[in-house]
Nanobody, 123 residues
Framework: VQLQASGGGLVQAGGSLRISCATSGRTSNLGAMAWFRQAPGKERDFLAGISRSGSIWYTDSVKGRATISRDIAKNMVYLQMISLKPEDTAVYYC??????????????????WGQGTQVTVSS
């Protein structure tokens, strides 16, 4: 399984952005998918997760500003973020867990990772 994140870039504060994650390979083996981000010098933080059946969970810090979605037929996962702030600047990673894995916000619960896409929010 391979994950490829894209869509990052430079955005002004208050703006919005949608980043995408394309999956390939044995995608039928994928269960929950998620987005994480990592700012320089900080740990990788969970943002949002979505199961194959559409169950969704967010971390409190992005609730109301982030929307995760998934198109299983197209093997795509998306993260839409609005009202972006400079503190949202980070490398954003998509991750996938094997089917049957427990839904989690812990990075250890994900088996496959994309390479990350940089999001920079200017003030």
């Amino acid at each position: 399984v391979q994950l490829q994140a894209s869509g990052g870039g430079l955005v002004q504060a208050g703006g919005s952005l949608r980043i995408s994650c394309a999956t390939s390979g044995r995608t039928s083996n994928l269960g929950a998918m998620a987005w994480f981000r990592q700012a320089p010098g900080k740990e990788r933080d969970f943002l949002a997760g979505i199961s194959r059946s559409g169950s969704i969970w967010y971390t409190d810090s992005v609730k109301g500003r982030a929307t995760i979605s998934r198109d299983i037929a197209k093997n795509m996962v998306y993260l839409q973020m609005i009202s972006l702030k400079p503190e949202d600047t980070a490398v954003y990673y998509c991750a996938a867990a094997k089917v049957g894995s427990r839904y989690t916000s812990n990075s250890d619960g994900y088996d496959y990772w994309g390479q990350g896409t940089q999001v920079t929010v200017s003030s």
